[in-house]
């Protein structure tokens, strides 16, 4: 595994690139309780901008993190709205990939009672977000890079995942840190083969591989066991960070230790986006020279600001973090 580079000009910019999932959240809060008398005619959905991807790139910039973002948007009102709102929360948009064939990605997002997110996309046509062109991948901006991280969603269609793994290799070959969130989206609760051998190939370039213990690491390993998925998935290769939602997370090292981590005690508001701003609590305290254990504790933080607050990234700054740390 890569030792992060400590040159001063790369420490000091502490850049990541992300690549992946961005899209326009409609978030739909459904009265809180039965006792609530809110008329379904009073909600109002809001906007946000979103995809796992996207909700990383947003948190890593509220923890002053310089993040330049490859992802793919329609040439639509979605895609204008997104890309101003992550101009506006500092997350480099210079490399994004404006498709005149495809429409921007965009998320009906329902919060229930409990603060739970349940998902309903647009099954209409094809999403900008899986069409990143391999040719537009950025290669110096990659090289001068302190991270890569990578999004594994919809890894078997479109082009989005050939860029990936193009970006994936670059930044082997210049020993920079490479992580990657499984983030697999299957209803039937199975894989295909060619999702299997695509994602696989993702797994085998990333140094860290984080992903729900239940719905990705198990999914993928076909092992129900927690700890003997992720060790099956660490594979002496890589660590391996397998989030247990409320239960906090199991962190597997290629040496095979295994470590539980407890979550942070708070009320739950709104569950969405929860394991993406861990990615970047993680990733975040990495680059300020943690240990692997110290950052999967900071990402235990990070999603607990996440989920104790409406919207993903409303609660999340240094301050509220340092707070929460005890620091």
Same mark, same amino acid.
């Given at each position: 595994?890569?030792?992060?580079? $400590?040159?001063?000009?790369?420490?000091?910019?502490?850049?990541?690139?992300?690549?992946?999932?961005?899209?326009?959240?409609?978030?739909?809060?459904?009265?809180?309780?039965?006792?609530?008398?809110?008329?379904?005619?009073?909600?109002?959905?809001?906007?946000?901008?979103?995809?796992?991807?996207?909700?990383?790139?947003?948190?890593?910039?509220?923890?002053? *993190?310089?993040?330049?973002?490859?992802?793919?948007?329609?040439?639509?009102?979605?895609?204008?709205?997104?890309?101003?709102?992550?101009?506006?929360?500092?997350?480099?948009?210079?490399?994004?990939?404006?498709?005149?064939?495809?429409?921007?990605?965009?998320?009906?997002?329902?919060?229930?009672?409990?603060?739970?997110?349940?998902?309903?996309?647009?099954?209409?046509?094809?999403?900008?977000?899986?069409?990143?062109?391999?040719?537009?991948?950025?290669?110096?901006? *990659?090289?001068?890079?302190?991270?890569?991280?990578?999004?594994?969603?919809?890894?078997?269609?479109?082009?989005?995942?050939?860029?990936?793994?193009? /970006?994936?290799? *670059?930044?082997?070959?210049?020993?920079?840190?490479?992580?990657?969130?499984?983030?697999?989206?299957? /209803?039937?609760?199975?894989?295909?083969?060619?999702?299997?051998?695509?994602?696989?190939?993702?797994?085998?370039?990333?140094?860290?591989?984080?992903?729900?213990?239940?719905?990705?690491?198990?999914?993928?390993?076909?092992?129900?066991?927690?700890?003997?998925?992720?060790?099956?998935?660490? $594979?002496?290769?890589?660590?391996?960070?397998?989030?247990?939602?409320?239960?906090?997370?199991?962190?597997?090292?290629?040496?095979?230790?295994?470590?539980?981590?407890?979550?942070?005690?708070?009320?739950?508001?709104?569950?969405?986006?929860?394991?993406?701003?861990?990615?970047?609590?993680?990733?975040?305290?990495?680059?300020?020279?943690?240990?692997?254990?110290?950052?999967?504790?900071?990402?235990?933080?990070?999603?607990?600001?996440?989920?104790?607050?409406?919207?993903?990234?409303?609660?999340?700054?240094?301050?509220?973090?340092?707070?929460?740390?005890?620091?």
């Amino acid at each position: 595994m890569p030792e992060i580079n $400590s040159s001063p000009s790369r420490m000091i910019a502490k850049k990541v690139t992300v690549i992946g999932d961005a899209a326009v959240d409609m978030l739909i809060q459904l009265p809180k309780s039965q006792q609530d008398t809110t008329s379904f005619n009073e909600i109002r959905p809001t906007l946000s901008p979103g995809g796992t991807a996207g909700n990383t790139s947003v948190t890593l910039a509220r923890l002053g *993190i310089d993040v330049d973002m490859l992802f793919a948007i329609g040439s639509d009102s979605y895609g204008k709205y997104l890309r101003r709102a992550l101009d506006q929360e500092l997350v480099n948009t210079k490399h994004v990939y404006v498709s005149p064939d495809h429409f921007t990605l965009h998320v009906n997002v329902i919060i229930d009672h409990l603060g739970e997110r349940h998902f309903a996309g647009n099954p209409y046509g094809e999403p900008a977000s899986v069409y990143y062109p391999p040719e537009k991948v950025p290669i110096d901006s *990659i090289a001068q890079s302190s991270w890569l991280h990578a999004s594994g969603s919809r890894f078997d269609y479109g082009t989005t995942p050939l860029a990936i793994l193009k /970006s994936m290799k *670059i930044a082997k070959e210049h020993n920079i840190p490479v992580s990657l969130d499984l983030n697999l989206r299957n /209803s039937n609760n199975r894989l295909s083969k060619q999702y299997r051998q695509a994602i696989a190939k993702a797994i085998d370039l990333a140094d860290y591989v984080l992903g729900s213990a239940n719905d990705e690491i198990s999914l993928y390993t076909q092992i129900e066991d927690k700890h003997t998925a992720a060790l099956a998935l660490s $594979s002496g290769k890589r660590t391996v960070i397998s989030r247990l939602g409320e239960n906090g997370c199991l962190v597997v090292t290629p040496t095979g230790d295994i470590t539980l981590i407890p979550a942070y005690k708070v009320p739950v508001v709104d569950t969405l986006g929860a394991g993406d701003t861990y990615n970047a609590g993680f990733i975040s305290a990495q680059l300020d020279g943690a240990s692997t254990i110290e950052a999967a504790r900071t990402g235990n933080a990070i999603a607990a600001l996440c989920v104790s607050n409406e919207g993903v990234t409303q609660n999340i700054t240094r301050e509220t973090l340092d707070a929460l740390l005890g620091n």
